[in-house]
């Protein structure tokens, strides 16, 4: 009796970790602060402790969808703009140290992206950011370009990303 109790705990907490992840999904509700990812990409520990079914399992599908399905990890928009899905290792990076908008809140930065210029909207993949999040992630990813930097925006996965950002800074 103990044993099957001890182990369906871990399937209980990772149920109701789904559950709310979905409901924060959901657009009627969109609430992507929910992960408490912050500014500078990290998560808090509370955040790791407490969703960590759900930040392991969207890693480790990332890494599958990657492996099977071999899609190009950015493609260039125009001149010095990329768009592509959250950048697993150095070689998922467009080329010249390019600035970095992240549309992510279930994905951390990239430890090896740690020296390049980094802007945080943190989004559902299947959703949109505010208009207010969009102004300021253009007017930084423009004053990038100024510097002759590229910009990276990147979503989850890179392949539904919403381009709203990315046709703004065009």
Sequence with gaps: MFGFTFLSLPFLVASLVSLLVSLAAHPLINLPMLLGKNPDGSFPIWAIVMFSPFLYFVRFFSMLRRFSNREESYTEICEGIFVGGWPSSP??????????????????????????????????????????????????????REQKRPVFVHCAYGSFINRAVDYSTV
């Design 91 to 144: 070689d998922k990076l467009p080329p010249g140290d390019p600035a970095i908008v992240d549309r992510t809140c279930e994905f951390p930065r990239a430890s090896h992206s740690a020296g390049n210029a980094y802007f945080c909207v943190p989004t559902w993949d299947t959703g949109s950011p505010q208009p207010s999040e969009i102004e300021m992630a253009v007017l930084w990813a423009c004053r990038k």
